[in-house]
């Protein structure tokens, strides 16, 4: 029976016999109703986006010097308040330039910079100005409303306990 059209009757019946048993087993007599239901995977895992996601936290600005000039940065964003220049000896820079700044300091609270920019090279005085930060505005520092210089040393005016700018 070797080979014969029988034989290959005979293993075609078994393996359908096969079959059936297994989707028997597998299945049962019952065939697939409601009580099957097809669970429907999502393409993106909001679990580990949710859990990546970057918390907002309100950080304290930082004031820094580059290259380009003073940049304050709150909140990843660069504001830059003064820009550096090279210059000549008799060149004269307008106001928001500077050859050097003579004094930067951010306000105790974080709300105010104080910056204090060097016109020129060979200058002797700077002109201080005061950045708010809540209100994105430079203003020039003054004293009984006439704008002042202070030295281009600096160190002539620091923050007050209080949180206000106090002159030497």
Not at 45 to 68: E, H, I, W
Not at 72 to 92: C, M, P, R, W
Not at 129 to 135: D, G, H, P, Q, R
Request: hydrophobic share 40%; charged share 20%; net charge negative.
């Amino acid at each position: 029976m070797e080979g014969t059209r029988n034989e290959r009757v005979v293993i075609l019946v078994l393996s359908y016999i096969i079959g059936f048993v297994t989707a028997y087993i597998a299945f049962g007599l019952t065939p697939l109703t409601d009580s099957w239901s097809i669970a429907s995977i999502p393409t993106t895992n909001t679990a580990a986006v949710m859990n990546s996601a970057p918390k907002k936290v309100d950080t304290r600005p930082l004031v820094a010097t580059t290259k380009q000039g003073l940049v304050l940065i709150k909140n990843n964003q660069e504001i830059y308040l003064s820009s550096h220049v090279e210059a000549g000896d008799d060149t004269f820079l307008d106001e928001g330039y500077h050859v050097k700044l003579a004094d930067y300091e951010l306000s105790p609270d974080g709300e105010f910079v104080y910056f204090c920019e060097v016109p020129a090279v060979d200058a002797d005085s700077c002109r201080p100005y005061l950045y708010s930060i809540a209100e994105d505005i430079t203003y020039p520092v003054k004293i009984d409303g006439e704008r002042v210089a202070f030295s281009a040393d600096g160190g002539d005016v620091y923050w007050g306990s209080n949180g206000i700018l106090v002159v030497k």
